[in-house]
Protein backbone atom coordinates (compact mmCIF):
# COMPACT_ATOMS: atom_id res chain seq x y z
CA UNK A 1 0.00 0.00 0.00
CA UNK A 2 1.23 3.64 -0.79
CA UNK A 3 2.26 5.02 2.32
CA UNK A 4 1.46 9.15 1.34
CA UNK A 5 -1.17 10.62 -0.48
CA UNK A 6 1.50 12.07 -3.13
CA UNK A 7 2.45 8.58 -4.24
CA UNK A 8 -0.80 7.08 -4.02
CA UNK A 9 -1.73 9.35 -6.37
CA UNK A 10 1.24 8.58 -8.78
CA UNK A 11 0.66 5.13 -8.73
CA UNK A 12 -2.95 5.33 -9.84
CA UNK A 13 -1.61 7.25 -12.96
CA UNK A 14 0.62 5.10 -13.54
CA UNK A 15 -1.26 2.31 -13.32
CA UNK A 16 -4.66 4.00 -15.38
CA UNK A 17 -1.94 4.57 -17.87
CA UNK A 18 -0.77 1.10 -18.50
CA UNK A 19 -4.43 -0.26 -18.10
CA UNK A 20 -5.56 2.34 -20.89
CA UNK A 21 -2.62 1.18 -23.30
CA UNK A 22 -3.46 -2.45 -22.70
CA UNK A 23 -7.17 -3.08 -23.12
CA UNK A 24 -8.24 0.69 -23.74
CA UNK A 25 -9.97 3.56 -21.83
CA UNK A 26 -13.34 2.20 -22.12
CA UNK A 27 -12.67 -1.15 -21.49
CA UNK A 28 -10.72 -0.29 -17.92
CA UNK A 29 -12.66 0.47 -14.95
CA UNK A 30 -11.67 2.68 -12.08
CA UNK A 31 -11.96 -0.64 -9.43
CA UNK A 32 -9.09 -2.25 -12.19
CA UNK A 33 -6.81 1.11 -12.07
CA UNK A 34 -7.34 1.13 -8.14
CA UNK A 35 -6.31 -2.80 -7.89
CA UNK A 36 -3.25 -2.19 -9.83
CA UNK A 37 -1.95 0.88 -8.20
CA UNK A 38 -2.44 -1.57 -4.86
CA UNK A 39 -5.27 1.20 -2.99
CA UNK A 40 -9.39 0.52 -2.83
CA UNK A 41 -11.56 2.28 -5.19
CA UNK A 42 -12.42 4.72 -2.85
CA UNK A 43 -8.77 6.29 -2.66
CA UNK A 44 -8.78 6.28 -6.57
CA UNK A 45 -11.96 8.94 -6.18
CA UNK A 46 -10.35 10.81 -3.15
CA UNK A 47 -8.03 12.04 -6.04
CA UNK A 48 -9.52 11.59 -9.15
CA UNK A 49 -13.56 12.97 -10.09
CA UNK A 50 -13.99 10.01 -12.90
CA UNK A 51 -11.10 8.00 -15.06
CA UNK A 52 -10.39 10.78 -17.90
CA UNK A 53 -8.91 13.19 -15.12
CA UNK A 54 -6.20 10.89 -14.35
CA UNK A 55 -4.43 11.57 -17.45
CA UNK A 56 -5.20 16.08 -16.85
CA UNK A 57 -3.94 15.94 -13.72
CA UNK A 58 -1.27 18.36 -14.55
CA UNK A 59 -3.72 21.26 -15.87
CA UNK A 60 -4.01 23.05 -12.62
CA UNK A 61 -0.19 23.42 -11.82
CA UNK A 62 0.05 24.44 -15.90
CA UNK A 63 -2.42 27.03 -15.52
CA UNK A 64 -0.33 28.82 -12.84
CA UNK A 65 2.63 28.67 -14.09
CA UNK A 66 1.58 30.00 -17.11
CA UNK A 67 -0.51 32.94 -15.30
CA UNK A 68 2.23 33.46 -12.91
CA UNK A 69 5.06 33.67 -15.94
CA UNK A 70 2.84 36.14 -18.26
CA UNK A 71 2.31 38.43 -15.12
CA UNK A 72 6.49 37.85 -14.63
CA UNK A 73 7.49 38.71 -17.95
CA UNK A 74 9.44 42.03 -19.23
CA UNK A 75 7.30 44.97 -19.26
CA UNK A 76 8.19 45.85 -22.91
CA UNK A 77 7.42 42.60 -24.36
CA UNK A 78 4.81 42.41 -27.37
CA UNK A 79 1.86 40.05 -26.84
CA UNK A 80 3.42 37.01 -28.43
CA UNK A 81 6.70 37.66 -26.97
CA UNK A 82 5.38 37.54 -23.89
CA UNK A 83 3.59 34.08 -24.25
CA UNK A 84 6.97 32.64 -25.37
CA UNK A 85 8.26 33.80 -22.45
CA UNK A 86 5.49 31.89 -20.18
CA UNK A 87 5.44 28.93 -22.94
CA UNK A 88 9.35 28.56 -22.21
CA UNK A 89 8.96 28.45 -18.40
CA UNK A 90 5.91 26.38 -17.87
CA UNK A 91 7.33 23.81 -20.57
CA UNK A 92 9.81 22.93 -17.97
CA UNK A 93 6.76 21.28 -16.44
CA UNK A 94 6.42 18.78 -19.23
CA UNK A 95 10.06 18.28 -19.57
CA UNK A 96 10.05 16.83 -16.31
CA UNK A 97 6.56 14.47 -16.76
CA UNK A 98 8.12 13.21 -20.46
CA UNK A 99 8.10 9.68 -19.51
CA UNK A 100 4.45 9.73 -18.33
CA UNK A 101 3.18 12.67 -21.41
CA UNK A 102 4.08 10.33 -24.65
CA UNK A 103 2.12 7.34 -23.63
CA UNK A 104 -0.84 9.74 -22.53
CA UNK A 105 -1.05 11.64 -25.80
CA UNK A 106 -1.34 8.00 -27.55
CA UNK A 107 -3.97 7.21 -25.22
CA UNK A 108 -6.16 10.49 -26.01
CA UNK A 109 -5.27 10.17 -29.58
CA UNK A 110 -7.16 7.01 -29.60
CA UNK A 111 -10.00 7.68 -27.56
CA UNK A 112 -12.98 10.28 -28.92
CA UNK A 113 -14.15 10.71 -25.03
CA UNK A 114 -10.38 11.84 -23.84
CA UNK A 115 -9.78 14.18 -27.40
CA UNK A 116 -13.22 15.67 -26.34
CA UNK A 117 -11.14 16.62 -23.02
CA UNK A 118 -8.60 17.56 -24.14
CA UNK A 119 -10.08 20.34 -26.40
CA UNK A 120 -11.82 21.52 -23.27
CA UNK A 121 -9.07 21.83 -20.75
CA UNK A 122 -7.10 23.48 -24.07
CA UNK A 123 -10.42 26.11 -24.54
CA UNK A 124 -10.12 27.26 -20.62
CA UNK A 125 -6.04 27.56 -20.59
CA UNK A 126 -6.28 29.54 -23.97
CA UNK A 127 -8.78 32.12 -21.83
CA UNK A 128 -6.74 31.51 -18.90
CA UNK A 129 -3.74 32.81 -20.93
CA UNK A 130 -5.63 35.43 -22.68
CA UNK A 131 -6.77 36.69 -19.33
CA UNK A 132 -3.18 37.20 -18.29
CA UNK A 133 -2.51 39.20 -21.00
CA UNK A 134 -5.38 41.37 -20.13
CA UNK A 135 -3.90 42.08 -17.22
CA UNK A 136 -0.90 43.49 -18.35
CA UNK A 137 -3.48 46.45 -20.23
CA UNK A 138 -3.25 44.22 -23.45
CA UNK A 139 -6.66 45.14 -25.55
CA UNK A 140 -9.35 42.34 -25.21
CA UNK A 141 -9.12 40.89 -28.69
CA UNK A 142 -5.46 41.25 -29.52
CA UNK A 143 -5.18 39.33 -26.22
CA UNK A 144 -7.76 36.75 -27.51
CA UNK A 145 -5.78 36.65 -30.48
CA UNK A 146 -2.20 36.13 -29.17
CA UNK A 147 -3.80 33.48 -26.81
CA UNK A 148 -5.04 31.51 -29.55
CA UNK A 149 -1.94 31.76 -31.56
CA UNK A 150 0.31 31.15 -29.08
CA UNK A 151 -1.41 28.37 -27.46
CA UNK A 152 -1.39 26.48 -30.73
CA UNK A 153 2.42 27.25 -31.49
CA UNK A 154 2.96 25.64 -28.06
CA UNK A 155 0.85 22.35 -28.76
CA UNK A 156 2.70 22.55 -31.82
CA UNK A 157 5.65 22.49 -30.43
CA UNK A 158 5.29 20.49 -27.14
CA UNK A 159 3.50 17.64 -30.33
CA UNK A 160 7.44 17.80 -32.25
CA UNK A 161 9.01 17.62 -28.57
CA UNK A 162 7.50 14.32 -28.10
CA UNK A 163 7.79 13.26 -31.29
CA UNK A 164 11.93 13.92 -31.67
CA UNK A 165 14.01 11.31 -31.48
CA UNK A 166 16.39 13.89 -30.91
CA UNK A 167 18.08 15.16 -28.65
CA UNK A 168 16.45 18.49 -29.05
CA UNK A 169 14.47 20.08 -25.82
CA UNK A 170 11.24 21.38 -25.92
CA UNK A 171 12.71 25.12 -25.41
CA UNK A 172 14.30 24.62 -28.91
CA UNK A 173 11.03 23.41 -30.62
CA UNK A 174 9.36 26.68 -28.49
CA UNK A 175 11.82 28.87 -30.10
CA UNK A 176 11.71 27.78 -33.64
CA UNK A 177 7.81 27.45 -33.54
CA UNK A 178 7.15 30.93 -32.77
CA UNK A 179 9.75 32.16 -34.88
CA UNK A 180 7.63 30.29 -37.76
CA UNK A 181 4.51 31.83 -36.47
CA UNK A 182 6.41 35.11 -36.63
CA UNK A 183 7.35 34.40 -40.53
CA UNK A 184 4.02 33.10 -41.42
CA UNK A 185 2.61 36.96 -40.58
CA UNK A 186 5.62 38.66 -42.38
CA UNK A 187 5.30 42.13 -44.51
CA UNK A 188 1.58 43.16 -44.75
CA UNK A 189 -0.12 42.76 -48.45
CA UNK A 190 -0.99 45.51 -51.03
CA UNK A 191 -4.09 46.88 -49.95
CA UNK A 192 -5.39 45.45 -53.05
CA UNK A 193 -4.57 41.74 -51.60
CA UNK A 194 -6.18 42.56 -48.48
CA UNK A 195 -9.37 43.79 -50.90
CA UNK A 196 -9.79 40.82 -52.22
CA UNK A 197 -8.95 42.13 -55.65
Do not use: C
Request: glycine letters at 4%; charged letters at 30%.
Amino acid sequence: MPRSGAEARRRLQQAALELYRERGFDRTTTAEIAARAGVNERTFFRHFPDKREVLFDGEPELRAALMRAVAEAPGDLEPLDVLLFAFRKAGRILEENRPFSEPRLAVIAATPALRERELAKAASLTEAVAEALRRRNVAARPAELAAHAGWAAFHQAAQDWLADDSAQSLDAHLLQTFDELRALSGPRPPAAARAGD
